[in-house]
């Protein structure tokens, strides 16, 4: 079994000292998918939801997500991000708009919770501006597809099953 990096001797949680680490490149890309009804799907494609355009908030939304995720998730270190990026994959056919979320860093720990925290974020934006129309949206596979830098080296998602 592996060590558990975020206890100490007694058990108490702490954070990961990363002091000697040295600065290196670090990425990251999530995804997440928001499943809906096909006339709220339509309203957001053809920009007829009255809390305005969805897709662009839910971007700000995933952006702003990626910076503060050391206040959202307790043992994160504060990064200096150098780029984010948020994008969505509509899926006319399954109702489904995929998100996208790239993260950027050049520090001693890595970007994958910013990345998964940005995916979530926009996800939840989808579905907190679309409420009125459809509770019943599906927020679903959030998930680390790749990721590389740092001491673990490259991971990319199998996608064989």
């Known amino acids: 079994m592996a060590e558990f990096t975020h206890l100490d001797a007694e ?3 702490r954070m990961v000292d990363v002091t000697k680490k040295a600065p290196t490149v670090r990425t990251a890309m999530a995804s997440a998918e928001v499943y809906m009804r096909p006339d709220t799907f339509d309203m957001i494609r053809d920009h007829k939801v009255k809390k305005g355009n969805v897709l662009e908030t839910a971007r700000i ?4 997500a990626a910076k503060r995720t050391a206040d959202l998730i307790p043992m994160c270190h504060p990064l200096k991000l150098t780029h984010i990026q948020v ?4 899926d006319p056919i399954k109702h489904r708009i995929g998100i996208r979320a790239s993260v950027r860093a050049i520090d001693q720990t890595g970007v994958e919770m910013e990345a998964l925290t940005a995916a ?3 996800a939840l934006t989808i579905y907190d501006m679309c ?3 459809d509770r019943e949206m599906t927020i679903a596979a959030i998930q680390l ?3 590389s830098g740092g001491k673990s080296g490259t991971y990319l998602r199998r996608t064989d099953g």
């Open 131 to 133: 409420k009125a129309y």
């Open 145 to 147: 597809i790749e990721k």
């Open 61 to 64: 939304a995933g952006v702003m």
């Open 87 to 90: 994008d969505f994959e509509p």
């Open 11 to 13: 058990g108490r949680v």
């Open 120 to 122: 979530a974020v926009a």
